[in-house]
């Protein structure tokens, strides 16, 4: 049984020895080139994307996490391995587009397989089926991770065991290395991050020849075991003796995420049932062989077999009709003749009535448009009529302004006259006073 948890998802290694790529017939060594190819795949996709490290290694956790509940001969490995990056990359917050996906993807596929490097047309057909085998797949692997993808990754561990037991960049170096390529194994899916770290600890400290401390032993110290670790060294051991991973057909459709070739086919029980129901209809089938083509055809021939009686039922009451109407005689023809003219009247009353409903529509629509016009022309004249009194108002304004401006004009040469009509009359006094003066006092 499958422990699953918000940040476990571990199995023991007798139910990854019977998978259900081994129960479809999938070798161990098959499934293992696989699983190593998927995550190459998965690996060098995120170095074209520019996806962070993060992303990958995430991928490659869902990859396997997937294939421990599915086969290989159920889901190709190429698409599944395209959903795990698409969906890994929105986890860790670093989203691609899917045509960025398919067109890597493709890529990829093109260069391995030596072909022509061609883009693919987002507008043609194969690229639309693409685009929704790689969305179905998604939804697959979310289904059968009951929507739970935290992964925990054993990096971070690596660098706090390291600093606590202040060991050289170069062996903090070689274990990150050696993390990275852990996730290529099953090791994600048997065991916590916590032990993984220390197994690679272990075996890059063992390469550069680095003690650690061993009275109380280091491990303990990280809540990890001595055989959990031994094991963690030898699957890494045997990792670097595995041949390059490469694509290995096990499927019969390859162009497919979704391979379900078994599911076509209804099992024994419901075979056996319709089985019994043609019997029980009167309809005979010949042996059924153990392929599913044969089942397929069998029922297939069922089918037009039924069709067939049918028909030929039909046309036997017809010719039954036909002649029963034809011994009856002209009764017969007359009354045939009564519902045939019953049916026309029908008919007449039915058109009669769709006449005058199509009739009533003709007329709300020509009411309609009648007054939408009115409407349209009283709101025509409403706008010219407000037009006419901005431009009346403007130009009372504008004549405002100019008697405005004249009368300002006359009043400035009035008061410049009067100014000028005061001066004289001033000079004019002065000079009467002075002779008047002279007058009455000549010894001045």
């Given at each position: 049984?499958?422990?699953?948890?918000?940040?476990?998802?571990?199995?023991?290694?007798?139910?990854?020895?019977?998978?259900?790529?081994?129960?479809?017939?999938?070798?161990?060594?098959?499934?293992?080139?696989?699983?190593?190819?998927?995550?190459?795949?998965?690996?060098?996709?995120?170095?074209?994307?520019?996806?962070?490290?993060?992303?990958?290694?995430?991928?490659?956790?869902?990859?396997?996490?997937?294939?421990?509940?599915?086969?290989?001969?159920?889901?190709?490995?190429?698409?599944?391995?395209?959903?795990?990056?698409?969906?890994?990359?929105?986890?860790?917050?670093?989203?691609?587009?899917?045509?960025?996906?398919?067109?890597?993807?493709?890529?990829?596929?093109?260069?391995?397989?030596?072909?022509?490097?061609?883009?693919?047309?987002?507008?043609?057909?194969?690229?639309?089926?693409?685009?929704?085998?790689?969305?179905?797949?998604?939804?697959?692997?979310?289904?059968?991770?009951?929507?739970?993808?935290?992964?925990?990754?054993?990096?971070?561990?690596?660098?706090?065991?390291?600093?606590?037991?202040?060991?050289?960049?170069?062996?903090?170096?070689?274990?990150?290395?050696?993390?990275?390529?852990?996730?290529?194994?099953?090791?994600?899916?048997?065991?916590?991050?916590?032990?993984?770290?220390?197994?690679?600890?272990?075996?890059?400290?063992?390469?550069?020849?680095?003690?650690?401390?061993e009275s109380p032993p280091w491990?303990?110290?990280?809540?990890?075991?001595?055989?959990?670790?031994?094991?963690?060294?030898?699957?890494?051991?045997?990792?670097?003796?595995?041949?390059?991973?490469?694509?290995?057909?096990?499927?019969?459709?390859?162009?497919?995420?979704?391979?379900?070739?078994?599911?076509?086919?209804?099992?024994?029980?419901?075979?056996?049932?319709?089985?019994?129901?043609?019997?029980?209809?009167?309809?005979?089938?010949?042996?059924?062989?153990?392929?599913?083509?044969?089942?397929?055809?069998?029922?297939?021939?069922?089918?037009?077999?039924?069709?067939?009686?049918?028909?030929?039922?039909?046309?036997?009451?017809?010719?039954?009709?036909?002649?029963?109407?034809?011994?009856?005689?002209?009764?017969?023809?007359?009354?045939?003749?009564?519902?045939?003219?019953?049916?026309?009247?029908?008919?007449?009353?039915?058109?009669?009535?769709?006449?005058?409903?199509?009739?009533?529509?003709?007329?709300?629509?020509?009411?309609?448009?009648?007054?939408?016009?009115?409407?349209?022309?009283?709101?025509?004249?409403?706008r010219s009529g407000e037009a006419?009194?901005?431009?009346?108002?403007?130009?009372?304004?504008?004549?405002?302004?100019?008697?405005?401006?004249?009368?300002?004009?006359?009043?400035?040469?009035?008061?410049?006259?009067?100014?000028?009509?005061?001066?004289?009359?001033?000079?004019?006094?002065?000079?009467?006073?002075?002779?008047?003066?002279?007058?009455?006092?000549?010894?001045?």
């Amino acid at each position: 049984m499958i422990y699953t948890a918000i940040d476990t998802f571990y199995l023991p290694e007798e139910q990854i020895r019977n998978s259900p790529s081994r129960k479809d017939g999938i070798v161990e060594d098959v499934e293992t080139a696989l699983r190593l190819y998927g995550c190459e795949l998965i690996q060098e996709s995120g170095i074209l994307l520019k996806l962070p490290q993060a992303v990958m290694a995430t991928g490659q956790v869902l990859f396997h996490r997937f294939y421990c509940k599915k086969s290989f001969a159920r889901f190709n490995v190429k698409r599944v391995a395209a959903s795990c990056v698409w969906l890994a990359a929105k986890l860790e917050e670093s989203p691609r587009k899917i045509q960025h996906v398919l067109n890597v993807f493709h890529r990829m596929e093109c260069r391995r397989e030596n072909k022509s490097l061609e883009l693919l047309d987002p507008f043609s057909k194969e690229y639309e089926e693409l685009k929704i085998d790689l969305i179905r797949t998604e939804r697959h692997l979310l289904k059968e991770m009951g929507f739970i993808c935290h992964v925990e990754h054993p990096h971070k561990f690596i660098i706090n065991y390291l600093t606590q037991l202040e060991a050289p960049p170069e062996l903090m170096q070689d274990a990150w290395n050696l993390a990275n390529d852990s996730l290529r194994t099953t090791l994600c899916v048997r065991f916590k991050s916590e032990v993984v770290a220390c197994g690679v600890v272990h075996l890059a400290s063992r390469r550069f020849n680095v003690p650690l401390p061993e009275s109380p032993p280091w491990w303990r110290v990280f809540n990890a075991e001595k055989s959990e670790i031994d094991e963690v060294s030898r699957v890494l051991a045997n990792l670097y003796r595995q041949p390059k991973g490469c694509y290995i057909e096990v499927s019969k459709d390859s162009k497919s995420f979704v391979l379900t070739s078994r599911a076509w086919d209804p099992p024994p029980l419901c075979q056996e049932d319709l089985l019994k129901v043609n019997c029980v209809n009167g309809i005979t089938q010949g042996r059924t062989g153990n392929s599913s083509s044969g089942s397929r055809d069998s029922i297939v021939k069922i089918a037009l077999d039924k069709l067939k009686t049918s028909a030929s039922k039909e046309s036997r009451r017809l010719s039954d009709e036909a002649r029963v109407a034809t011994s009856n005689g002209e009764l017969r023809e007359d009354s045939s003749v009564g519902k045939v003219k019953q049916c026309d009247n029908r008919e007449d009353g039915v058109g009669e009535k769709s006449r005058e409903k199509d009739r009533d529509r003709s007329k709300v629509h020509e009411r309609d448009r009648v007054q939408e016009r009115e409407s349209n022309k009283n709101w025509d004249r409403d706008r010219s009529g407000e037009a006419d009194r901005v431009c009346k108002k403007v130009k009372e304004k504008d004549y405002r302004k100019k008697g405005r401006s004249k009368d300002s004009g006359y009043s400035e040469k009035s008061r410049h006259h009067s100014s000028v009509r005061e001066k004289d009359h001033q000079h004019l006094y002065t000079a009467v006073r002075e002779k008047e003066r002279h007058r009455h006092h000549p010894y001045v």
